[in-house]
């Protein structure tokens, strides 16, 4: 039987934060296929990270706060089974493209579940975890996305038109990725996990995605620039201005009080306010470096 408490871990809203590595490899993609576009957004959102966020909860049974959930339901053993069967979904969809893009599914799964698996635990290394995190969710995702939607193979990760769009969202989650584990050091403690915002401290923790966040900045500016996309610039920079405020009152709180505003909800803020901005930015941006809409116009 499946419980309430399951379906809550699967935490499908969550996928809302990651969607925007999605929309920059739909916008950038070559062979767009509306069938594809669906079966790659349907394996990803709705059946991967879900997959992935029941699995790790199952194991890492956190009694505070966690990413989409206030106050997490305690863990049934039907967590484990429902996550495998919305996995087995993700590949059977992906297997409706191709057996390459299936496959990469499944690394992306398999390397998902080694951060929370008790035998590996990738998450009790601060700068591993950070390191793969990153880049799975990120580059890796980036490329698979790409190839799903391209129907393209492995090799598309190699590609250099690939490479630069692909490490440029790591460097977005490299930067983020601390600031989500900001609030949960005294349970992250408990378990072993060194995570990378325990090494930092909170403040330093707040300068290290600051310098990211500066450097993920520059690199988009000149990613667009070196496309001759000057427009585009300033789209950017205006979608990324309430993030940046948003996260400078954030700061601001945090250097006067660190243990009382480096909490859930001024986290959960923050990552909505990127998400909402950076998904509607990448949303324009496919527009427009596709011109899908005069396409129909016509």
């Known amino acids: 039987m499946i419980t309430l408490s399951s379906i809550r871990h699967l935490r499908i809203p969550f996928s809302l934060f990651l969607m925007p590595v999605f929309l920059f490899a739909l916008a950038l993609t070559p062979n767009l296929n509306e069938g594809r576009l669906l079966l790659v957004f349907l394996a990803l959102h709705l059946f991967l990270y879900p997959s992935s966020n029941g699995y790790n909860s199952f194991f890492d049974r956190d009694e505070e706060s966690i990413g989409g959930l206030k106050h997490p339901p305690k863990v049934t053993p039907d967590l484990y089974w429902l996550s495998m069967v919305f996995l087995l979904i993700a590949l059977i969809l992906g297997a409706k493209i191709s057996w390459s893009f299936a496959s990469m599914l499944l690394v992306y799964a398999l390397v998902s579940m080694a951060y929370s698996h008790p035998k590996i635990r990738i ?176």
């Open 123 to 298: 998450k009790k290394y601060a700068w591993a975890s950070w390191f793969i995190a990153g880049f799975f969710q990120g580059y890796f995702t980036f490329a698979l996305a790409y190839a799903g939607i391209s129907d393209l193979g492995w090799d598309v990760i190699f590609r250099p038109h690939v490479i630069i769009p692909g490490l440029l969202t790591s460097m977005m989650l490299w930067g983020n990725y601390p600031l989500t584990q900001v609030y949960q050091h005294q349970e992250d403690s408990k378990r072993g996990d060194h995570t990378l915002s325990i090494k930092l401290g909170i403040k330093g923790t707040f300068l290290f995605s600051t310098l990211f966040f500066a450097l993920t900045g520059a690199l988009f500016f000149w990613y667009f620039l070196d496309r001759n996309q000057t427009p585009i610039v300033w789209v950017y920079l205006s979608a990324m201005a309430p993030i940046l405020l948003f996260f400078l009152i954030w700061f601001r709180f945090v250097l006067h009080n660190p243990e009382k505003h480096a909490s859930y909800s001024w986290t959960m803020g923050m990552n909505t306010i990127s998400a909402l901005a950076l998904n509607a930015f990448f949303i324009y941006y496919f527009l427009e470096n596709t011109q899908v809409l005069q396409v129909f116009g016509n």
